[in-house]
């Protein structure tokens, strides 16, 4: 009864030698005062841009489209006007 394969089970010992890396992992130390400079300064950058930034929401309604609501207006309401005058 060979259900398992006696390669993968019984496996041979690979010995070698291990290298040391070449140089320690040095990590780099980061200070909350310059984080905090760095933030506000990206912050002040943003809400300058931002403040200048005149979109499409701010503008004013241009008088053309005011001038087609009102032909669009009488045209609708052109019949009852006339049916008014009629009578």
Do not use: W
Not at 45 to 62: A, L
Request: overall charge positive.
């Amino acid at each position: 009864m060979q259900s398992v394969n006696q390669h993968m089970k019984n496996t041979s010992f690979n010995v070698g030698v291990i290298q040391p890396p070449d140089s320690h992992y040095k990590p780099v130390l980061y200070s909350h005062v310059q984080a905090s400079r760095d933030f506000n300064r990206l912050d002040e950058d943003i809400y300058q841009s931002m403040k200048s930034y005149e979109g499409t929401d701010t503008r004013k309604t241009p008088k053309s489209v005011f001038v087609a609501l009102g032909a669009a207006a009488l045209a609708v309401c052109y019949p009852i006007i006339k049916t008014a005058l009629k009578k």
